[in-house]
């Protein structure tokens, strides 16, 4: 803030002023964070349960940091082996950031990103062993609370117009084997491009579809919130995805792979041709939300009964009778 011939007066992130004497000054070590760059290696701790194999735990850590937002792509984040404590596994998580004057916002970020990314991948940050936990809780307990959340999976899926030819056991049967996942706010849940087979329910929260352009030009075509379904292309066709999904707030929802699905189809065959009708509804109602460069616009447009059938057909490997 202030510099003269016998003090200097500096500002901290706390918005003190904090007066120095030069004398002082000359005698200590003085690191300059703009200087010659404004590349700055950062470093953070992660603790990881042992049973997790280390490189699957840094493989979930590098791929949801890379993704924070003030994180550098170039050069990319490094996760190393800190060293194995009494109860985990340490992990230097170590990344590279061009805005020092942010490092508590980009701080969090990272370990936000990391939290959720680890949650969705089932891997769990251990409790230290000098903890005590004391269950009274009856028995039944967890069978309780998953049966509760086996319910609300059955009821999000009941609803959805696209598994309006599904029975109740077919939807039940869904629901067992249908994943949870939860975004935090600015992360992907689909890029456009990808390759895919799975579609996602909004249980809470809310997220944009946004479509990029042959020339580049990303537009916000959708917003999608509690209840909304995407990716039902992806499901039962593998179509690539036609858009790029973005947690707007932090998001929860219910994925339905292809393996799931799949079961359902092998034992009933005859719904193949009352999903493709459901489905062409539902690519009609949808296709004026998607730009022309979409390509869930065009195939909307050039798809009819026969040939969505024949893709559905073909995806799962079902026969024709």
Do not use: C
């Not at 929860?252 to 189809?265: P, R, T």
Request: charged share 20%.
């Amino acid at each position: 803030m202030q510099m003269n011939w016998r003090t200097l007066t500096v500002r901290t992130r706390n918005n003190h002023n904090v007066i120095v004497p030069n004398s002082n000054i000359a005698k200590q070590e003085i690191v300059n964070y703009s200087r010659p760059t404004p590349l700055q290696l950062i470093h953070a701790t992660v603790s990881m349960a042992y049973r997790h194999p280390p490189g699957v735990v840094k493989e979930s850590i590098a791929r949801t940091v890379a993704e924070a937002d003030g994180v550098l792509r170039e050069p990319p984040p490094e996760i190393l082996v800190k060293e194995f404590g009494d109860y985990a596994i340490h992990y230097d998580v170590r990344f590279w950031i061009a805005d020092y004057a942010h490092l508590p916002q980009i701080t969090d970020a990272v370990m936000s990103r990391i939290w959720y990314g680890l949650r969705r991948d089932d891997l769990t940050i251990p409790f230290p062993v000098r903890d005590v936990i004391v269950h009274t809780l009856p028995e039944d307990h967890e069978a309780r609370l998953q049966e509760k959340l086996r319910r609300e999976v059955f009821a999000e899926l009941r609803s959805l117009t696209v598994f309006k030819p599904l029975s109740d056991l077919q939807i039940e049967q869904l629901a067992q084997s249908a994943a949870i996942h939860r975004y935090a706010a600015g992360e992907a849940l689909v890029r456009q491009g990808d390759k895919a087979e799975s579609m996602y329910t909004i249980t809470s929260g809310r997220v944009r579809v946004d479509v990029r352009s042959e020339s580049g030009q990303v537009t916000t075509v959708a917003t999608l919130g509690t209840d909304d379904f995407f990716g039902e292309m992806s499901l039962l066709t593998g179509e690539p995805r036609s858009a790029s999904v973005i947690a707007q707030t932090e998001t929860e929802v219910v994925v339905v792979h292809k393996a799931d699905f799949a079961a359902v189809l092998s034992a009933d065959t005859g719904i193949v041709e009352a999903l493709s009708t459901a489905l062409e509804e539902r690519m009609k109602s949808t296709a004026q939300q998607v730009s022309v460069g979409s390509g869930m616009a065009s195939v909307s447009q050039a798809s009819h009964s026969a040939a969505l059938i024949n893709r559905i057909r073909g995806f799962f490997g079902i026969k024709q009778g």
